[in-house]
């Protein structure tokens, strides 16, 4: 009984990008990479199908991070006025 290989994700992505580009067909490709052909055509697939999130997200990264970038300086602002508040009644302005 074989094991099942595992493939990492950076050679799953080195070998769709050389599917994606065109250079080469599927059976150069399985047999540059030694991998079957069918495994090939999944990982294209996959590809395709998650480069618009891969897009997507760095939008959406920077719109959270500036979300809470927004939060955390309304929180800041809130301790300053009460840091603010305090003192100015302790001093007696």
Do not use: C
């Amino acid at each position: 009984m074989t094991k099942r290989r595992r493939f990492s994700a950076e050679f799953k992505a080195r070998v769709a990008l050389d599917a994606l580009s065109g250079g080469y067909t599927l059976a150069e490709l399985a047999a540059k990479y030694n991998v079957h052909p069918n495994m090939i055509t999944q990982w294209k697939k996959r590809a395709k199908e998650h480069l618009p999130e891969l897009f997507a997200k760095d939008t959406d990264r920077s719109d959270a991070a500036r979300e809470a970038e927004v939060r955390e300086l309304h929180a800041k602002i809130g301790r300053l006025v009460v840091e603010n508040d305090f003192l100015s009644k302790a001093f007696g302005r």
